[in-house]
C-alpha cells in the first residue's frame, strides 16, 4: 500500500451505527444514499462501529467521512475532525474519529482528512425504522455531503 499522495483513492463515506436500533441505522441510511447517487471516486462502507483493524484501509483515501448518529448537540452537524493532543485509547469497543486520527499519526505517521456528519437521534429501541424527524435530517445530510463531495473534484 502506497501512504503517498499518489495512489490514494478519492473519498471514503463510512455509515457507522446499528440499523435494528431505530435512529442509530442513520449511519447506514445516509451511507446508502450516498452510494446510490453512483458519485466517481466515492467509496462506501457500513460498519455497526469503528474498528482498529479499519485503520489501515482508511489509509488509501484522501478523505474520510464518518456519518453517525448522536444523542446530543445539534439536529445535523457537519464538521472536521480536528486532532487532539494526548488522545488515549480507553477501549476498543468504542473508538472515537479522534483516535483514529492519533493512531493514524502514531503508527503511520500520516494525517488523516477526515470529517463528521452526527444527525441526533430520538429513538434508540430495537426496530428498524428512523423516526420522522431523523429520515428528513438524514436526506438533509446526504444533500449536505453530496454538495462537499462535488466541491472535492
Excluded at 480536528?82 to 473508538?95: C, I, Y
Aim: aromatic content about 4%.
Amino acid at each position: 500500500m502506497s501512504l503517498n499522495g499518489d495512489k490514494l483513492q478519492n473519498i471514503l463515506v463510512i455509515g457507522i451505527g446499528n440499523p435494528l436500533r431505530c435512529d442509530d441505522g442513520v449511519g447506514a441510511y445516509v451511507a446508502e444514499g450516498i452510494e446510490a447517487k453512483g458519485l466517481s471516486g466515492v467509496t462506501v462502507w457500513i460498519v455497526q462501529q469503528l474498528q482498529v483493524e479499519d485503520l489501515e484501509r482508511m489509509l488509501e483515501f484522501k478523505r474520510i467521512i464518518l456519518v453517525d448518529a448522536s444523542i446530543s448537540g445539534p439536529s445535523l452537524d457537519f464538521r472536521p475532525i480536528e486532532r487532539t493532543a494526548g488522545q488515549v485509547l480507553a477501549s476498543s469497543h468504542h473508538l472515537s474519529a479522534e483516535t483514529f486520527m492519533s493512531l493514524a499519526l502514531s503508527i503511520y505517521h500520516k494525517d488523516l482528512d477526515m470529517h463528521l456528519c452526527s444527525i441526533k437521534g430520538n429513538c434508540f429501541d430495537v426496530g428498524d425504522k428512523l423516526s420522522p424527524q431523523v429520515q428528513e435530517k438524514a436526506q438533509e445530510a446526504v444533500r449536505l455531503i453530496c454538495r462537499s463531495l462535488k466541491g472535492d473534484k
